[in-house]
């Protein structure tokens, strides 16, 4: 058989996984709403939440959907559609492709594939064997660290945050130096991440004007397609 990355066998796998989550959402949501009902909860109240929050899960599904769409050029759609809508991190899994898809020369054969999809879900899958078993001990050792000095703590989390941030930053600015030599291609990355952060921050300071504060739930994905947006012009000029 031969193998390419848009094989029905391929949708079928990524859609039955897909499915098994969607029915676990959906039962969960059933069991939330009669226990609200045995509550005794505003029925009214109920219905306006669920209609708000559907409405403001558009703005991480239109982020995943661009993700999706960077992915599958090389990828296909199922795999980026798979590891996308289950457990992953957009900026981590666009990465962690991109990375190991470097590597590889020539067309992407079932082996090549098979280690992308490792790559993309052994990193990210730590963070769901290790949550359970950490996080109790961490939020325990912040909070302890809050109530003997606040002001340290709000240091210690913005000092971790921060060091999130600079991985991805590593990977923007990495052959920057390769400007020095003449390759302009070098400030592709550089100046869409300003482009994104532009928009972001245009859409922090509309959010601060009345009746727009529902532009922090859209700031992600405006950044994201703003971004992906001025990298057309930007890689036709400095490609």
């Not at 190991?100 to 098979?114: E, H, I, P, R, W």
């Not at 809050?146 to 971790?160: G, V």
Request: net charge positive; charged share 15%.
């Amino acid at each position: 058989m031969e193998f390419y990355v848009n094989h029905p066998v391929l949708f079928l796998i990524a859609g039955a996984v897909i499915l098994l989550v969607l029915a676990q959402s959906v039962f969960f949501l059933v069991r939330a709403l009669r226990r609200a009902r045995e509550l005794g909860m505003d029925k009214q109240k109920l219905r306006k939440i669920m209609i708000s929050v559907s409405i403001f899960t558009v703005a991480p599904a239109v982020s995943i959907l661009v993700g999706v769409l960077a992915l599958a050029k090389k990828l296909g759609v199922a795999l980026p559609w798979l590891r996308l809508s289950i457990i992953g991190s957009l900026s981590y899994e666009t990465i962690a492709a991109e990375t190991t898809l470097k590597q590889m020369a020539g067309a992407l054969d079932a082996s090549g594939f098979v280690t992308v999809l490792f790559v993309m879900t052994f990193g990210i899958a730590f963070g769901l064997i290790l949550t359970p078993i950490l996080t109790k001990r961490i939020q325990k050792g912040i909070k302890g660290l809050e109530n003997r000095d606040k002001k340290w703590s709000e240091i210690f989390n913005n000092a971790m945050f921060l060091g999130m941030i600079s991985a991805f930053l590593g990977y923007v600015f990495c052959d920057f130096s390769n400007v020095f030599s003449g390759d302009t291609s070098a400030l592709i990355p550089v100046l869409v991440m300003a482009s994104s952060a532009v928009v972001m921050l245009v859409c922090g300071l509309a959010a601060r004007l009345p009746r727009m504060k529902w532009m922090l739930d859209y700031a992600l994905p405006f950044s994201l397609l703003g971004g992906m947006g001025m990298a057309i012009p930007l890689t036709a000029w400095l490609a």
